[in-house]
């Protein structure tokens, strides 16, 4: 069992940057892919980027390539999503999640744990 833990969201102005960090339990935490996701209020969740275990393959949603980042830190069982850039229409509530089987996919059933996710808020 992995439990994930999101925190860094927030208020931002337009243009403005925020860091998501996810902390995960559980000694298999380097194995595994990891993605990000969010769901805005009315909207399905949708995809945002993945990582690879070993952090060296990476794969990012159209709306947010070349804007944000995804890292992680296997040491640490930290994933991040550095957000810069930020427009309105990344406000939502931002999800990490975990898969457990390495498909690197966008889907997000193919993983297996969720955090309980952080808004965050981009004002225009």
């Known amino acids: 069992q992995v439990q994930l833990v999101e925190s860094g969201g927030g208020l931002v102005q337009a243009g403005g940057s925020l860091r998501l960090s996810c902390a995960a339990s559980?000694?298999?935490?380097?194995?595994?892919?990891m993605g990000w996701f969010r769901q805005a209020p009315g909207k399905e969740r949708e995809f945002v980027a993945f990582?690879?275990?070993?952090?060296?393959?990476?794969y990012y949603a159209d709306s947010v390539k070349g804007r944000f980042t995804i890292s992680r830190d296997n040491a640490k069982n930290t994933v991040y999503l550095q957000m810069n850039s930020l427009k309105p229409e990344d406000t939502a509530v931002y999800y990490c999640?975990?898969?457990?089987?390495?498909?690197?996919?966008?889907?997000?059933?193919?993983?297996?744990?969720w955090g309980q996710g952080t808004q965050v808020t981009v004002s225009s």
């Open positions: 990582i690879n275990w070993s952090g060296g393959r990476t």
């Open positions: 559980g000694r298999t935490f380097s194995s595994y892919v």
């Open positions: 999640a975990a898969d457990r089987e390495g498909t690197r996919t966008s889907r997000s059933g193919a993983y297996d744990y």
